[in-house]
T-cell receptor, first 113, second 113 residues
Framework: DGGITQSPKYLFRKEGQNVTLSCEQNLNHDAMYWYRQDPGQGLRLIYYSQIVNDFQKGDIAEGYSVSREKKESFPLTVTSAQKNPTAFYLC????????????FGPGTRLTVT | GESVGLHLPTLSVQEGDNSIINCAYSNSASDYFIWYKQESGKGPQFIIDIRSNMDKRQGQRVTVLLNKTVKHLSLQIAATQPGDSAVYFCAEKVEGSARQLTFGSGTQLTVLP
């Protein structure tokens, strides 16, 4: 089955620790994205990558870092510099043509205490 | 920057009735729109999309209407079912944008028995 996997589903960390969220896709999509979602709110773009070894900051990149060493993988690291990291994190991928639809993973709920 | 917004944050409908979810956008350069459904704790799922050269598009029990004059998008769900209860997001793509989609804040649809 083709799709996007995110692991783990739930993640707990102590304040001051870096944590890496996994995102893997087997859809052969070029573009991948990371979004943050807070309760009752929409999706805010953290980082996106249109091709391997290249990525751009989104609207709320501060305190986050990414890498794109392989087409299939786009891990997100939430660093200790992120002031309010507790949130639901969604990874997505897309192919640019013919549709601009983004396919989403199931999400990772990160809780930092 | 440009944003996509919604008229109502919540909507309650009786089972079997039709639902209409509205979305306003402000960027006249947007050339593609998409509706997503997000169930609690899950990633968004594609419902239907529409390009700016169309006024209406129909899917299974869903219809999207686009009014470019007033920059308004709506999602109509026919014979609403309990499984339709979810948050619905509209998203737009600005022509030429490498970021592809910008998401609205969502409408919570609740189907009453």
């Amino acid at each position: 089955d083709g799709g996007i996997t995110q692991s783990p589903k739930y993640l707990f960390r102590k304040e001051g620790q870096n944590v890496t969220l996994s995102c893997e896709q087997n859809l052969n999509h070029d573009a991948m994205y990371w979004y943050r979602q807070d309760p009752g709110q929409g999706l805010r773009l953290i980082y996106y990558s249109q091709i391997v070894n290249d990525f751009q900051k989104g609207d709320i990149a501060e305190g986050y870092s990414v890498s794109r060493e392989k087409k299939e993988s786009f891990p997100l690291t939430v660093t200790s510099a992120q002031k309010n990291p507790t949130a639901f994190y969604l990874c997505a991928s897309s192919t640019r043509l013919p549709s601009y639809e983004q396919y989403f993973g199931p999400g990772t709920r990160l809780t930092v205490t | 920057g440009e944003s996509v917004g919604l008229h109502l944050p919540t909507l309650s409908v009786q089972e079997g009735d039709n639902s209409i979810i509205n979305c306003a956008y402000s960027n006249s350069a947007s050339d593609y729109f998409i509706w997503y459904k997000q169930e609690s704790g899950k990633g968004p799922q594609f419902i239907i999309d529409i390009r700016s050269n169309m006024d209406k598009r129909q899917g299974q029990r869903v219809t999207v209407l686009l009014n470019k004059t007033v920059k308004h998008l709506s999602l109509q769900i026919a014979a609403t079912q309990p499984g339709d209860s979810a948050v619905y997001f509209c998203a737009e793509k600005v022509e030429g944008s490498a970021r592809q989609l910008t998401f609205g804040s969502g409408t919570q649809l609740t189907v009453l028995p």
